[in-house]
């Protein structure tokens, strides 16, 4: 299970280094459906490469109004907005467009379902543009993870953001061991943390 997927079961059975490791050996190709509905095309695009691969999976059930997912994309929008734009690793999206979902904090929401990325797309360039702010999301440690990969490829392409901020995994604070929902609270990735962070900066 990516990130804390196994909860309760304790860092033994958690994954929240596996992307970072593995990214590093050659030609290695990292990919992470966003939901269960993702996982068919993103697994044909997986048997497409020639290559070393890892697919990474972890629970999300997908809003309807996101349906279908026919067609594989590296880096996928699912929401429009104007203040923020929020890139995402893997089913923690489901927790940011909850955040979204309030109102108070409009956004463009993009997932990404494979990792390292060549590019970022022409609608995520025009989004950093225009919003100016950044929030990467992943439940997964800073190092080696989507916010480092991602801040370096922006930086290449002379794409800078006025604001750069990342909420990631951030092991295992008190000590303690709960379901996912305890362990994405205690890491600032449940829905509440996303919006209070989207909303003071």
Sequence with gaps: GGGYGYGIMGATHHAI??????????????????ANEAVESVANEMMKYQGPSYLRLGFGLAPKSL????????IQQLRTGERWT??????VVMNALQALDSGSVSADVFVVNELPLSAPTPQL??????????????????RGGLGEHLALLL?????????????????????????QAFHQTESNLDPQSILHHLSSV
Excluded at 19 to 28: D, E, P, T
Excluded at 86 to 91: A, D, N, Q, S
Excluded at 134 to 141: A, P, R, S, T
Excluded at 157 to 167: A, G, M, Q, Y
């Design 17 to 34: 280094e596996d992307i970072g490791v593995l990214s590093g050996f050659s030609h290695m190709k990292c990919f992470v459906p966003f």
């Design 67 to 74: 349906m279908p997912f026919d067609q594989y994309q590296p």
């Design 86 to 91: 929020v890139i995402v690793l893997g089913p």
């Design 125 to 142: 360039e025009a989004s950093i543009r225009k919003t100016g702010k950044v929030l990467v999301v992943e439940e997964h440690v800073s």
């Design 155 to 179: 930086c290449k392409r002379n794409l800078v953001p006025k604001h750069f901020s990342s909420l990631c995994a951030q092991g295992y604070p008190s000590g303690l061991y709960g379901n």
